[in-house]
């Protein structure tokens, strides 16, 4: 597997998972390898995140890249870390948790939406932000035009994407890739409709392939 940085920009989705009950881990997880979306961020928004993190880490570690999402502190870090996340993500940008990612040598992707704080979190030493909520905070036309101030930075707008509109963003040169959890929606999850994970992940891989011929 290439570094994490290059392999979420080759895969070019990021689907956000919410995860309530951790049996349910491997079959979200298998289900999005099986369409052709090899990366998960397993959101810390419910008490068994850690958990199903380590559960998809230590069984499909090697079939996926595996991270943590909505870590908004340095206790949420370290347990991401220690539960085998190979990257984190924040709704914003925290001193703590770069802190932690940096000791750990563990990829770091916190959000940010204006010009400041962006600037903050590049001063942190990340080059790759999450552009969160990207549909409240202006969409593809904020993206353009922060790519001149910004030449150095990969944005991963998340928040408003979905199938409809993925090509628009994943167009612009300055976005690695896209967050979403359309493809792993928790009505799905609770369904146990996994061909639809699998449908929904193909759709839009097809999508990002559509975009490197």
């Known amino acids: 597997m290439a570094n994490v940085a290059e392999f979420i920009s080759e895969v070019g989705i990021v689907p956000v998972v919410k995860l309530t009950d951790v049996a349910t881990t491997l079959p979200v ?7 052709n979306v090899p990366v998960a961020e397993i959101t810390f928004r ?7 993190i380590r559960v998809a880490a230590e069984n499909l570690g090697d079939k996926m890249l595996v991270g943590a999402g909505t870590v908004v502190d ?4 370290e347990a991401a870390v220690n539960s085998g996340a190979r990257f984190i993500v924040s709704p914003g940008y925290s001193e703590a948790v770069n802190g932690v990612c940096r000791a750990n040598g563990i990829l770091y992707v916190p959000g940010a939406v204006t010009p400041t704080e962006i600037m903050q ?12 909520p990207a549909s409240v905070y202006g969409g593809t036309a904020a993206l353009k035009a922060l790519g ?8 991963v707008p998340t928040g408003g994407v979905n199938a409809n509109n993925l090509k ?5 040169s300055n976005v690695a890739a896209c967050g979403g959890s359309w493809m792993v929606a928790e009505s799905l999850i609770k369904a146990g409709d996994y061909a639809a ?17």
Do not use: H, W
Not at 29 to 35: F, N, P, R, S, T
Not at 121 to 132: D, E, L
Not at 168 to 172: N, Q
């Open 121 to 132: 979190a590049y001063a942190g030493g990340n080059r790759i932000i999450k552009f969160f």
């Open 74 to 77: 340095a206790r949420q870090a």
């Open 148 to 155: 001149a101030p910004f030449g150095d930075i990969k944005f």
């Open 29 to 35: 997880m298998e289900a999005l390898i099986a369409g």
């Open 197 to 213: 994970v699998t449908n929904l992940s193909l759709e839009a891989s097809a999508i990002v392939n559509s975009l490197r011929k």
């Open 46 to 52: 419910t008490d068994c995140a850690a958990e199903a």
């Open 168 to 172: 628009d963003f994943l167009s612009l």
